[in-house]
């Protein structure tokens, strides 16, 4: 089966809708949280990805916003948008997101949101990717949370080999290795690529395909400053940080 992986749409109806265009009937969809948050649209994200997907997570944006968990955590940009994204969901999206999980496991994969054991880990580095190859033993471990797409490898003999994949590109998984696979970002890409990201998982050709596409950048900066979110939110999604 072909699977979509899609993380951190942060309230970003725009490119979600250009993702999901591109989805067939048959292909599965896998979320690993972060649908809202920082954004101007969370209950329409929910309402699309609750209908479409296969399987879901929990992010901490997700949880913030519908219990206030590790808001005290946030820098205050994030905090404003958390604390309007309160404001602004529906008790139908803040009940179906409480249904979700921290993480999911299937033979093939584990679906966290930062990091195996401890969810909101963030993995920038090999010492963070080492962490979570301990931490669970799941195969091929998908996480988002960092808004950079990219993937670790756990070889054989011990070593981690690292690769940015910030203009997209094809990975065929080894059998005798173990990975790490992150997105990017539906909502708000951090690579320096203001391009959305997601991936495509092909469980019968072991192959991850990273994917970047345009979608109306300008759209979403006029809701984000006519919902008065931070500038700063707006500004961003055009240089991709």
Known sequence: MRYAIISDVHSNLESLNAMLEML???????????????????NECVALIRQRVTEAVLGNHDVAATDNFGVEYFNPI??????????????????????????????????????????????????????????????LIFAGHTHIA????????????HAHMQNGGSLEIAADARYVINAGSVGQPRDLNPKAAFAWYDDAQNTVEFMRYDYPIEQVQQKIRAAGLPEALAARLEVGR
């Open 150 to 161: 990219d993937y670790y490898k756990l070889n054989a003999d011990g070593t981690i080999d």
């Open 78 to 139: 994030a905090r404003n948008a958390i604390e309007w994204t309160q404001r602004a969901i529906s008790k139908e999206s803040v009940d179906w997101l409480n249904t979700l999980s921290y993480e999911i496991r299937a033979p093939e994969y584990l679906m966290v949101h930062g990091a195996p054991k401890n969810y909101f880990e963030y993995i920038l580095d090999k010492r963070g990717a080492s962490r979570a190859f301990k931490n669970t033993d799941a195969r």
């Open 24 to 42: 067939k009937s048959d292909d599965g969809l896998l979320c690993l949280g972060d649908i809202v948050g920082y954004g101007p649209n969370p």
